[in-house]
């Protein structure tokens, strides 16, 4: 097996079910809006229903199409990931990782818009009264792949030396 359709395989398995297994945690375990402080003034489990897209952006009232509009976006992003993931050259570690989380992150949040017509958010990081929007480890696998993106941009083109080692252009 190509080497980075096995980070694909191990990373995108590792973010799904991890987020699948937490989120059904909260939900068995707490009831809607039950808070469990971790870290006093900083980080509680606080279980949230979001109907929203990412840090309850598009939140509100139930409106029919929300869901079907957030399901075929997450489908058309799944599928772009996909695409640009078969164009990754094989050797290229931090791309292979950085789309392996965006597609972990991308179908653990579009697992509970089907099965819930909404997400599970619970990671509630705050200071004092000023809280963070809560989120899940798909919500973080997905910033974390877009991280990934943005250091493999700023650390520029690199090329392969003749005995394989990696270098910057110059």
């Known amino acids: 097996m190509r ?3 096995l980070i694909l395989v191990v ?11 937490t989120k059904s945690y909260v939900h068995r375990t707490l009831y809607e809006f039950q808070s469990v402080e971790i870290i006093k ?3 509680h ?4 229903r979001n109907t929203g897209a990412a840090f309850g952006l598009l939140a509100g009232p139930a409106h ?7 399901v075929v976006i997450s489908g058309v ?3 772009v990931i996909l ?6 050259e094989d050797g290229d570690t931090l791309h292979a990782l950085a789309f392996s989380f965006l597609l972990g992150g991308a179908v653990g949040n579009l697992v509970d818009r089907v099965w819930m017509g909404q997400v599970i958010d619970f990671l509630d990081f705050h200071w004092y009264d000023h809280h963070w929007p809560a989120f899940n480890f798909a919500d973080s696998a997905i910033c974390g792949g877009i991280g990934l993106i943005l250091l493999n941009m700023l650390m520029g083109p690199r090329r392969t030396s003749p005995r394989g080692r990696a270098r910057d252009r110059g």
Do not use: E, H, S
């Open 3 to 5: 080497k980075k359709y």
């Open 11 to 21: 990373v995108f398995c590792g973010v799904f079910f991890f987020d699948q297994i």
């Open 41 to 43: 003034d900083f980080f």
């Open 45 to 48: 489990i606080t279980y949230v």
């Open 64 to 70: 029919p199409l929300r869901t079907t509009f957030f």
């Open 77 to 79: 992003a799944i599928g």
């Open 83 to 88: 695409l640009i993931y078969r164009k990754i």
